[in-house]
């Protein structure tokens, strides 16, 4: 099973909106992550978790908060953002990394936000 | 320079025909190289990996990695008009423990 599951499909909030993204996860995978994707250009990295712990932070804005409450689950925390911040939102989930090598990543559906 | 180039297309193709995907990268010691399949509205799909120099072939699928030149391809035979879409390259880069994507090439296969 190489699912990931990501809730909402979709996400219209306003700015002074709070809202959250969740993603889940069942491939026993230790290391996940979250990119965002405009439209017609390829997904950028924003956070790495691994073994729960974050790992790498792309010096993503405060506006964007995650958060990992288990090896499954994933949750990005949405507050005061931005319309530039409409985009695609991508959950992904591997294997833990090794220094000079990767394991396959396996991404959710997306949540589609826009930010009015 | 980029450190995964791809040519954006539209690479167009008829249906049957062989599509020839390319991808270079810049750092000499990457090791890990991935294929993606995107539609258009939909997320990235995961459709090959390759670790070593050589062929590795799956179905239709047939990834090239070339170390030495620092490129990495995608071959689909018999091309069907159900593989239009964006192909994202994406390699690991030394010292960064997440991939890193190409800017994605569009493939349009003509019925």
């Keep these: 099973d190489t699912e990931v599951t990501q809730t909402p499909k979709h996400l219209v909030m306003g700015m002074t909106n709070k809202k959250s993204l969740k993603c889940e996860q069942h491939m026993g995978h230790r290391a996940m992550y979250w990119y965002k994707q405009k439209a017609k250009k390829p997904p950028e990295l924003m956070f790495v978790y691994s073994y729960e712990k974050l790992s790498i932070n792309e010096s993503v804005p405060s506006r964007f908060s995650p958060e990992c409450p288990n090896s499954s689950l994933l949750n990005l925390h949405l507050h005061a953002l931005q319309p530039e911040d409409s985009a695609l939102y991508l959950c992904a989930s591997s294997q833990i990394p090794g220094l000079k090598s990767s394991y396959e990543q396996y991404f959710g559906p997306g949540t589609r936000l826009t930010v009015t | ?111």
């Design chain 2, 1 to 111: 320079q980029k450190e995964v180039e791809q040519n954006s297309g539209p690479l167009s193709v008829p249906e049957g025909a062989i599509a020839s995907l390319n991808c270079t990268y810049s750092d000499r010691v990457s090791q890990s190289f991935f294929w993606y399949r995107q539609y258009s509205g939909k997320s990235p799909e995961l459709i090959m990996s390759i670790y070593s120099n050589g062929d590795k072939e799956d179905g239709r699928f047939t990834a090239q990695l070339n170390k030495a030149s620092q490129y990495v391809s995608l071959l689909i035979r018999d091309s069907q008009p159900s593989d239009s879409a964006t192909y994202l390259c994406a390699v690991t880069v030394t010292g960064r423990r997440a991939l890193t994507f190409g800017s994605g090439t569009r493939l349009q296969v003509q019925p």
